[in-house]
């Protein structure tokens, strides 16, 4: 697996400084049938929320700050976001293809971002116990490197390092 671009790493950087700082949860009431995403401190400060349009549906609001902080703005529609609001495809049906605002941006682009982060978890810790093996560290002091960094081990990097300490070995 290849490391993530440069470019794609700024790109998310860029994303998430525009963004809500998180962390962000759903909130709602089932009574009053209304549902939002807010932060989870700073007074509920709202991401999205949605608001009835016409009879078939509900629109995303989302925040557009007045000075730039969260929580310096007012909800706004979808249709009332201007150069921040959908993405028109130029189609006779008004359909658009993504929303420009900051919030929407990054809440689309989580799924690619997670699973390409956690990809590359995946190989760094490969790596790191393919290094670890070949140095001819243990299990033991490969444990102990992983508990200071906060970092769960698995069990199975044992028969990896113990593989490799054999193959350099040979050698």
């Known amino acids: 697996m290849p490391l993530i671009p440069k470019s794609t790493r700024e790109r998310w950087r860029g994303l998430l400084a525009k963004a809500t700082p998180g962390p962000w949860q759903w909130f709602g009431n089932m009574k009053m049938r209304e549902v939002y995403l807010a932060t989870v401190d700073r007074g509920r400060v709202f991401v999205m929320d949605f608001e009835r349009w016409g009879m078939s549906g509900a ?16 909800m706004r529609r979808l249709d009332e976001m201007g150069d921040l609001g ?26 690619t971002a997670m699973s390409a982060l956690l990809d590359e978890n995946e190989r760094l810790r490969a790596m790191v116990t393919e290094a670890c093996g070949i140095a001819g560290v243990t299990a033991i002091e490969l444990r102990a490197c992983y ?16 593989e490799l300490t054999r193959e350099v070995s040979d050698e």
């Open 59 to 74: 629109q995303p609001r989302f925040q557009v700050r007045l000075d730039g902080n969260p929580g310096s703005g007012i």
């Open 86 to 111: 959908p993405k028109m495809v130029g189609s006779h049906r008004n359909d658009f293809v993504g929303i420009d605002h900051p919030d929407a941006s990054l809440i689309a682009s989580a799924p």
């Open 147 to 162: 508990a200071e960094l906060g970092e769960e081990y698995d069990t199975g990097d044992d028969n990896r390092i113990s």
